[in-house]
């Protein structure tokens, strides 16, 4: 006799059913999965790729000046900080009227991708909520995100665009208004490689499906029809059991639907290889598995799709910031070079922009070992769609308790909103006037166009 089929029973294997399809349930990929979406027209395709870089980067010593003058005020104020400047990595960027700049020396992947013209870099970015001034900061006479300085929060109002606890990312509004309820694969169209974020999650179903780098997915370890493997027999048996109880039919219809939903993605990469090869690093892994799912776009039906990766280690109160930074730049670099080169053989290098954030800048000064929380951060922007070569937004001056400065530690005051940054890249995504100001309700204080995105 038949043991009854409790769905609230708390076996190990039942638990791990409901968490796989629990993340699924809310993507709208519980249906119309019996073939493989028909192919998208390659040349509307756009794909957006964040790089969170959790913990609050130092910027300050990814981009620095390069010229005697202004480096010697930035090796003054950094102190033990300070990169010496005969290993650093020079760039001349085009439109800064011939003042070079320099990046961290382990960024030569970065260097050379701005040389080709496939890089640049945005300086001075963070949240805001109206243009604001230090004369403004210092009297509080605008209104200002919360929490500034909070890793949690700023990571949020990075990935949400919003200011008062933010309940959606701008990336999940962008696809859930330009790719359509109806797309049999449409939840395919968010995806992270390093587990939950905001920045993919729509304000009603879409929340990102989450993939690993090592390409296992949920149900991979389920061989349907494999009696000799208990766990694909137990499986297979529970599939084809009928329930009176409607609570009970439906949990079984719902991870029969979610393992049919497992085959497709399956599916669709198999076959797919890349030449490129990548990094064996966590970062370079992530990225890695976003070109393999970008190589699958055709066969998932795809023509805009949010792809999220991760880095952690950026918290760098400590006495190994130089070490640890060292290490992180390093990742980032060559993974990013490796992926450019990736979308160049897919044949989509100039329809995958790779874009970075982060919690926050970090201090200037140096509190004797390392940097403290900031605000304003330089970023970078990859792919050849970029109008590469060139430094966008304003560079602080540099002058500790300045104009930039909204203490006395070189926290910088952002000259660029996340808005502005986040709409240049949603324009190139396609979204137009309409839709960009119901995703950055706010973008209306702010220039909507950096132009750094062709």
């Given amino acids: 006799m038949k043991t009854p089929f409790t769905p609230g029973l708390a076996t190990p294997n039942r638990r791990r059913f409901l968490k796989i399809t629990g993340s699924l349930a809310g993507l709208g990929l519980l249906s119309q999965f019996d073939t493989l979406a028909q192919a998208a027209a390659d040349d509307d395709y756009r794909a957006l790729v964040c790089i969170f870089m959790y913990g609050g980067n130092d910027s300050s010593n990814l981009l620095l000046p390069y010229e005697s003058s202004e480096y010697n005020r930035y090796a003054a104020a950094r102190s033990n900080l300070a990169l010496p400047r005969d290993g650093l990595l020079p760039i001349s960027p085009s439109n800064t009227q011939g003042i070079r700049y320099a990046l961290h020396p382990a960024m030569g992947g970065l260097q050379q991708l701005f040389n080709q013209g496939k890089a640049a870099f945005v300086a001075n970015v963070g949240p805001l909520m109206v243009p604001t001034s230090k004369a403004q900061w210092e009297a509080r006479s605008v209104p200002l995100p919360d929490n500034l300085f909070s890793h949690s929060d700023q990571q949020n109002q990075w990935q949400a665009a919003l200011y008062q606890t933010p309940r959606s990312g701008w990336g999940g509004r962008l696809v859930e208004r330009m790719v359509s309820s109806a797309a049999p694969n449409r939840g395919y169209s968010v995806v992270s490689v390093t587990g939950g974020n905001l920045w993919e999650t729509s304000d009603t179903v879409l929340t990102p499906y ?50 049919d939903v497992q085959r497709v993605l399956t599916n669709a990469l198999s076959g797919s290889t890349l030449a490129t090869v990548f990094p064996e690093t966590d970062l370079g892994n992530q990225l890695k598995m976003v070109a393999r799912l970008i190589s699958a776009r055709d066969k998932l039906g795809l023509k805009r799709q949010c792809f999220f990766c991760g880095i952690g280690g950026f918290d760098t109160h400590g006495d190994d910031q130089l070490t640890r930074q060292n290490e992180l730049f390093g990742e980032i670099s060559a993974a990013v070079a490796a992926f450019q080169a990736a979308t160049t053989e897919l044949g989509v290098a100039d329809k995958a922009t790779v874009f970075s954030a982060s919690d926050f800048g970090r201090t200037f000064t140096s509190n004797g070992r390392g940097s403290d929380h900031g605000w304003g951060s330089h970023h970078f922007v990859v792919g050849a769609a970029v109008q590469g070569g060139k430094l966008y937004g304003s560079y602080p001056s540099l002058v500790v308790g300045g104009p930039d400065d909204s203490g006395s530690q070189g926290n910088w005051i952002p000259t660029t909103s996340v808005e502005t940054y986040a709409a240049t890249l949603g324009r190139w995504f396609g979204a137009d006037a309409t839709t960009l100001a119901e995703v950055f309700p706010r973008l209306g204080y702010f220039n909507p166009d950096a132009g750094f995105m062709a």
């Fill in 210 to 259: 989450k993939v690993s780098s090592s390409g296992k997915f949920g149900f991979d370890f389920y061989q349907a029809g494999n009696t000799r493997d208990p766990l694909s027999a137990a499986i297979s048996e529970t599939l084809n059991e009928k329930h009176a109880d409607l609570f009970e039919q439906s949990w079984l219809d719902v991870m029969g639907r979610s393992i």
